[in-house]
């Protein structure tokens, strides 16, 4: 008999997907054995992720509602009959792989699998300092994938030696078999065993990659960093990724650059952006400063009177664009710095320079806008 997914979520059978999500949830944090280990709770447990396994699967849900089982032996058949039964009935998934593109349909079959195939694509994690980033480098770097076999060329079998075709298949890489079901006559096909799906085996397959054309290896290489890359971008190198099984295609490998903080600049976008402490002094009576950008050092005026929260910019002193010509801009951010302890000779002398500029007490200033400046005038205020 099948079992009752929906009950042991404890959703009903016109349940949405959120619906089943949540109820899953709920369960999942009331029966999990490191919240609750008692033997039956995790029995429990087990009930609610094969249901949700399940339900939250359209294709497996559609058994379900047409009262099979899908987790079952055979698909889960409403009759009698078991796996490789013939009987009246089989089991609902040869069913609907007969309509939903798991069966060879009426006697057509789908063909072996190949076994070359492309490889998978790699990416590796590449640390680069400031500097590096702006101008570009090429870096060496390290990769760990797997390589075409030389001893077989990527063919898997030991030298002298070949595949064969699959007894068992036939070289047709699937087994079909015909059944009966209240549908009518279904032909069902299922990938051989034998030969999982190729047509042929490997009797003697080569001894250093055991038949499947590739082996891992570690290899250097050199990555060519443009100038002007930023954190998180992806570089690729074509077809230097994974190779596929049986020597197919090798995949790309995607080189992601992190940028490791500076101690001097912040970089936005292409600006770089720095701090200078300017003491109290120097602001007021205004200097000449010398400031070290990336790749040179360049002269910057302190006009007398420059206040706190200033900012100098020196332009194309930034990072060089990736795409174009030209450069950012450096903005350098001035830190007017007022003096924490002073002697006795110099608190009077502020004081006697904050007596010749009236200075002796601080005045409020007005702040706000044009609704600032309306309420003061119906208040009467100037």
Known sequence: ???????????????????????????????????????????????????????????????????????APGGGGAGPGGPGDAGPFVGFQDIMDAFFGGAAGAGGGRGPRPRTRPGADAILRLELDLPETAFGVEAPITVDTAVLCTTCSGAGTAAGTHPVTCEACGGRGEVQSVQRTFL??????????????YGTTIPDPCPTCAGDGRVRTRRSLTVKIPAGVEDGMRIRLAQQGEVGPGGGTAGDLYVEIHERPHDVFSRKGDDLHCRVAVPMTTAALGTRLTIKTLDSEEPVDVKPGTQPGSMLRLRARGVPHLRGTGRGDLYVHLDVRTPTK???DQEQMLRDFAHTRGEEVAELTKQGGFFSRMRDAFNGHA
């Open 342 to 344: 002073l002697d006795a």
């Open 1 to 71: 008999m099948a079992k009752d997914y929906y009950g042991i979520l404890g959703v009903g059978r016109d349940a949405s997907d959120d619906d089943i999500k949540r109820a899953y949830r709920k369960l999942a944090r009331q029966y999990h054995p490191d919240v609750n280990p008692d033997g039956e709770a995790q029995e429990k447990f087990k009930d609610i992720n094969a249901a949700y396994e399940v339900l939250s699967d359209d294709r497996k849900r559609q058994i379900v509602d047409l009262g099979g089982d899908p987790l």
């Open 184 to 197: 009518g006559q279904v032909v069902s096909a299922r990938p051989c065993t034998a030969c999982q799906g």
